[in-house]
């Protein structure tokens, strides 16, 4: 193994530093998403926080308000700290090992992410004078849920005068662990009046011990049996000690320099109800007898083929940047650590880390961590996702209480029960409904599970779409909808119309109608069955079609921004200039009043809603509204980065996704929110996958506008790397994708097949399929889509396709580029202005370029100082039209601009596709008149309706509209252009920009005449940037 393939498979700590003992004890984390193992060392000290979890297994103790109310949460729910396993006492010459009072020779400790290992090697140098060499394995087995293993060597070096020291190992275990209590931030520590659990029974011989807990309030009981195994060159006297709620067991023997001794212990950890304490105590006796009969190395070679099965789908590839690939494979690897199997447990936001948040699952699972488990092992997402399923009866009984119908999942659980003691950024988050529909959506369309869609799916479906009728309403105007409710964004609550909960939602309905009418027609009987079960109305599903499409979404048609919700645009933008970095995250340093009434974001929110449902949106919406929040988040949530590097990398802005990327992949590694100590971000980790998958991979799972194929990749590497090679799942095949600088390839095998890629014969394929009319039904193997081509892959395919741009479309404004009708706009607002007696001349008349109608009569009013109504600003709009169009009596081919004639047809007869996009709504007469239509026609495939554009330039929605309906690549488009905005438009749409004439910024090339252009003018300039 190279040293950088070590590096990048393991987590390596060369020197310990008492100042990161929380931090490296989190990092260091082993679990199976039963049983987690907190890294703390060996030995009782040093230690911050010794810890061993259960997953959901926890305690309730009753929250105490100052006030209470009808509905709010009654309990809190918290995680809890059991027996510590992991201790081992080493004495040598009744000295006893502390790594604060050795001198360390060596010392290495590493978290093995390929073999499932945390190694820990070291020499020290006791006070007394005697040398030892230490190695420990630790073992959480993926293959035996409830079981862990220690492997403990001692080798002694050399001692004073080379004589035999005497050895003394001591293995204690304290039966009332405790959890950290309490602190200021509120996200942080338990809240127990006395001690969550009692012990319900222990037993304890020479090697090995058995204990039974049981909570008070929970009904819960843990079963833990632990067995040691003592292997040493002399016989080593075994003995133990028990107290009420300690045991110790011993062993004394002598070592001579040159001895050594190894340690075993095998420990089964097992959940169930209170009173079945003798069922799992039957059980993990049966797990050890099982162990020690396979030996620790047998249990080290099955974590290794666990690993192995599971990096083969899961893992990512990232060349030329070794500190990368380490991050994003330690983050994979600890949310499969994290992660429940049994469908009765979830995903906790610290995982098995840790106890921030008090171990609660929320809806990180199913927006955060379940797609990479619907893409690289299914029968994970299933298993959180029948969780969900699991409490749906206490998510109805919340509804209930709620004085709503159908079912209301928890914002924060462990059983089900609301546990958030803060309703406006806890219950008030409605959207959870939606968001676990939406991970069941996306898990049924990736897997084809029936079985899962038509039972466990459609019943939740059901059930949260009762929710939504019950909680909103329609309006005066018909709309339906949703008030008071809070989104991701809980740095704004209580809010009217929240536009991602009311997306959501309709998605939610739309589901639920489409998944009744599959099953209506695939299972009849099942159906009706499922309608008697449910009490379904035979008119049900048709009002939650009515609701859906009558959802309302907030939206500005001036400015093309999706407010966040009714009240957002009305704020007062926060202070962000005079707001110190250390009053972040501004929930610890501001009364949550003071954050409600400003525009600020803990998250995203509405761009969330544009990730998650990316084909309700055009690409001009997601680069207008993610520039208008980006500037107004704060990045306080670890869920926040993740989102905003895809957005950005679909938008085209490579730079601020790598940057928002480097801030979640190593987030728990370089403590960047330095809160670490008390747990991992399960959601940052998971967001990591989603940027690389999402954003640089492109990867999308919604079907696409005029087409229902379900998959398609937009690849955009990072300049950082030399290549991304990633895998997924899709139906009954595995998709390997290989981006390369230059290249991509896409390689399909059978989900089964032991067909090796690396075998696989490469075509190559530079076509361009026009989307289009296309149905995924049509296709046969698997469908898919690289940007706008249409890929139709079968098992043993691997298809590779250039990722350089090419020209494939030219975007010609019209003014001043086909024609120069400049100057007769001039004579037609100077005729207007003087009528009433406004400034106008040649200078403000530069300022109009590119410019709508509307919006150059604003120009004008305001420098005029003039308002006027709507109504008057849409008269003399029209006046100014008329006049225009009075002028343009004479226009002709003569006003073809030179050499434009000829670029037309040149660029036509090499394939090369024209697009007309102009602000001006006399475009296609103007173009008539000049004898260049029909259109489409020989000079134009398309021109752009500058009444379907919400903003005009410099906004890039007509540039972006135009290669949408040429059906072209933004990057594979040049644009050509007269005027600032347009420019701008231009490169705010990821085109290259043309500018003609003199003072245009940012323009990649500027000409002084139009008689400089001809193809090969463009595909020079094309190929230079």
Not at 276 to 305: F, P, R, T, W
Not at 538 to 551: I, K, L, N, T
Not at 740 to 748: A, D, I
Request: net charge negative.
């Amino acid at each position: 193994m190279s040293s950088n393939d070590q590096y990048e498979w393991k987590i390596i700590e060369n020197s310990w530093n008492k100042k990161k003992l929380g931090k490296d004890e989190t990092l260091f984390t082993l679990a199976n998403g039963h049983l987690g193992l907190r890294g703390d060392f060996d030995e009782p000290e040093p230690a911050f926080h010794r810890g061993t979890y259960i997953n959901g297994f926890f305690e309730k103790e009753p929250i105490v308000y100052g006030e209470i109310a009808y509905g709010y949460a009654e309990h809190h729910e918290t995680i809890l700290n059991l027996p510590d396993p992991k201790q081992v006492r080493l004495y040598v010459n009744e000295t006893e090992f502390r790594l604060d009072q050795v001198q360390l020779g060596f010392y290495q400790r590493y978290l093995d992410m390929k073999h499932g290992l945390l190694v820990r090697e070291l020499e020290a140098l006791l006070p007394n004078g005697c040398s030892i060499r230490l190695k420990s394995r630790r073992i959480v087995s993926f293959s035996r849920e409830t079981l862990g293993a220690l492997e403990y060597q001692c080798t002694l070096l050399k001692s004073p005068e080379n004589k035999p020291v005497s050895i003394r190992v001591e293995c204690p275990l304290e039966a009332l662990a405790s959890n950290r209590k309490a602190e200021k931030d509120p996200r942080v520590g338990s809240k127990f009046s006395r001690h969550p659990y009692r012990i319900s029974s222990l037993s304890v011989d020479e090697h090995s011990a058995a204990l039974s807990l049981e909570t008070h309030r929970s009904g819960l009981a843990v079963g833990m049996v632990l067995h040691y195994q003592m292997v040493a060159h002399n016989d080593m006297k075994a003995s133990y000690k028990r107290s009420d709620h300690t045991i110790v067991h011993n062993w004394e023997g002598v070592l001579i320099p040159g001895g050594t001794f190894t340690l075993y212990k095998y420990f089964s950890y097992n959940m169930g109800n209170a009173g079945e304490q003798d069922v799992l105590q039957y059980q993990n006796k049966q797990v050890i007898q099982n162990a020690l009969a396979a030996g620790y190395n047998q249990l080290v070679q099955e974590q290794h083929e666990y690993l192995k099965a599971f990096w083969n789908h899961a893992d990512i590839l990232i060349d030329g940047d070794p500190e990368i690939q380490q991050a994003i494979r330690f983050n994979i690897f600890h949310i499969l650590q994290s992660s429940g199997r049994s469908g009765k447990t979830s995903i906790a936001a610290k995982g098995l880390t840790g106890e921030g948040y008090e171990g609660h699952y929320f809806w990180d699972t199913e927006i955060y961590v379940c797609p990479l488990f619907t893409y690289t092992k299914p029968e994970i997402a299933r298993s959180l996702l029948e969780y969900r399923y699991a409490i749906l009866d206490k998510a109805r009984q919340r509804a209930h209480t709620m004085a709503e119908k159908g079912a209301l999942f928890p914002w924060r659980t462990i059983d089900g029960e609301e546990t958030s003691a803060y309703y406006p950024a806890g219950t008030a988050q409605y959207h959870i409904n939606a968001d676990i529909v939406y991970a069941m959506e996306k898990y049924c369309m990736a897997s084809g599970d029936r079985e899962f869609l038509y039972n466990q799916a459609a019943e939740v479906a059901v059930e949260t779409a009762r929710l939504w009728l019950s909680l909103g309403h329609f309006g005066p105007d018909g709309k339906f909808r949703i008030d008071c409710v809070t989104g991701p964004d809980e740095y704004t609550a209580l809010v009217n119309n929240n536009a991602y909960t009311n997306l959501m939602a309709k998605n939610n309905l739309l589901f639920a109608c489409k998944t009744l009418g599959q099953l209506q027609k695939d299972e009849p009987n099942l159906y009706k069955r499922f309608c008697e079960r449910l009490a379904i109305q035979h008119d049900e599903p048709e009002q939650w079609e009515r609701v859906a499409h009558s959802m309302y979404i907030p939206f500005d048609a001036k400015t093309g921004i999706y407010p966040q919700d009714d009240s957002f645009m009305h704020k007062e933008p926060w202070p962000f200039d005079t707001t110190p970095r250390d009053k972040y995250p501004l929930l610890l340093h501001f009364h949550p009043l003071v954050i409600y009434r400003h525009q600020v974001l803990k998250q995203p929110d509405l761009v969330l809603a544009q990730f998650l449902l990316s084909e309700q949106f055009t690409l001009a919406e997601k680069i207008r509204n993610y520039w208008f929040y980006e500037k107004l988040t704060t990045g306080d949530s670890s869920l926040s980065h993740c989102i905003q590097s895809i957005m950005a990398a679909e938008i085209g802005d490579e730079t601020k996704a790598y940057d928002y990327f480097l801030k979640t992949v190593r987030m728990d590694l370089d403590d960047v929110h330095g809160n670490s100590q008390d747990g991992i971000h399960t959601a940052a980790m998971a967001g990591s996958w989603l940027s690389i998958i999402y954003g640089f991979a492109g990867f999308r799972d919604r079907p696409r506008q005029g087409t229902d194929v379900r998959y398609s990749f937009n690849p955009r590497l990072p300049a950082q790397w030399k290549r991304l090679v990633v895998s997924l799942q899709l139906e009954d095949y595995i998709l390997k994708v290989d981006v390369g600088r230059h290249v991509v390839q896409y390689s399909l095998l059978e989900k089964d097949s032991e067909t090796k890629l690396a075998a696989l014969a490469v075509q190559s394929k530079d076509e361009h399929t026009d989307l289009k009319g296309q149905s995924a039904g049509e296709l046969r193997g698997l469908p898919i889509v690289h940007r706008n081509q249409l890929l139709a892959l079968y098992p043993g395919d691997s298809v590779t396709i250039s990722l350089k741009p090419v020209l494939r479309a030219v975007m010609f404004d019209l003014d001043g580029v086909i024609t120069d009708t400049a100057r007769l706009h001039f004579k037609a607002w100077k005729r207007l202005t003087d009528e009433q007696g406004w400034s106008f001349d040649e200078k403000l008349n530069e300022n109009l370029k590119g410019i709508s109608r509307i919006g150059s009569l604003e120009i004008i009013l305001n420098y005029n100082k003039v308002s006027l109504t709507p109504e008057k600003k849409h008269l003399f709009a029209e006046r100014k039209n008329s006049y225009y169009n009075e002028l343009l009596v004479d226009l002709g081919p003569q006003d073809i601009l030179p050499g434009i004639q000829e670029l037309l047809m040149e660029l036509g007869k090499k394939g090369v596709k024209r697009m007309i996009a102009s602000a001006s709504k006399n475009a296609l007469r103007i173009i008539n008149q000049l004898q260049l239509g029909p259109i489409p026609g020989p000079y134009f495939e398309g021109i752009v309706d500058p009444d379907s554009v919400t903003c005009g330039k410099p906004d890039p929605e007509l540039f972006l509209q135009a290669s949408e309906r040429a059906n072209v690549d933004p990057r594979d488009c040049i644009g050509i252009e007269d005027a600032q905005a347009g420019i701008d438009a231009i490169k705010a749409a990821g085109m290259i920009a043309i500018g003609v004439g003199q003072g245009l910024k940012h323009a990649d090339k500027t000409i002084h005449d139009t008689r400089e252009l001809s193809y090969s003018f463009l595909e020079k300039v094309f190929e230079r940037y």
